[in-house]
């Protein structure tokens, strides 16, 4: 009964983690506007000092100071920081969860890798449908990387045989 629980539990957090995803994607860009918040905290002329140097392109458009102005320069940052951050949970977690179930490490790696891949695209998709958003393929490369970085730590967390609430994870 108890390691039902703990699976429940498990698969419940990965459930959990793909619904804020959801959540934040359903939401219009104009609900999650930084850049008001970032202006009364973080002085306009420091971004322009420390930054301004920098410039890339991402997804075709030019990143800088000088194109995006101060603001939404580090509002970039911020929201592909989330970006990483929150698929690298969803990887870390789905390992996890799949680990209890495949005693393979490698099947485990490899069906968290495609959920990841597969919810990324699906998460880009969803954004066609909410307003003022728009789906990037930088972005499921992005998500996927940082799946790719969770599960890859998950996998080296995991690598030996664990004993965790009567559950043994994969051994080598």
């Not at 890339?56 to 970006?83: C, D, M, N, Q, W």
């Not at 495609?114 to 972005?139: K, V």
Request: include cysteine; glycine fraction near 6%.
């Amino acid at each position: 009964m108890k390691q039902k629980a703990v699976l429940i539990l498990i698969w419940l957090s990965v459930i959990s983690c793909a619904a804020v995803i959801f959540y934040f994607s359903s939401q219009p860009y104009s609900q999650q506007d930084l850049r008001p918040q970032l202006a009364k905290y973080i002085d306009k002329q420091w971004i322009i000092d420390y930054f301004s140097h920098i410039q890339f392109t991402y997804s075709g458009s030019e990143i800088s100071v000088a194109s995006k102005g101060p603001y939404s320069f580090l509002e970039f940052f911020i929201r592909k920081g989330a970006h990483f951050f929150i698929y690298f949970l969803l990887g870390f977690l789905t390992f996890n969860a799949l680990a209890m179930i495949f005693r393979n490490k490698w099947k485990c790696m490899i069906y968290a890798m495609s959920f990841i891949i597969i919810y990324a695209a699906s998460d880009e998709i969803h954004q066609m449908f909410t307003g003022s958003r728009s789906p990037l393929i930088a972005d499921v490369l992005l998500d996927s990387f940082g799946g790719l970085v969770g599960i890859l730590t998950a996998a080296i967390i995991f690598r030996r045989s664990v004993k965790i609430t009567g559950f043994y994870v994969f051994k080598k």
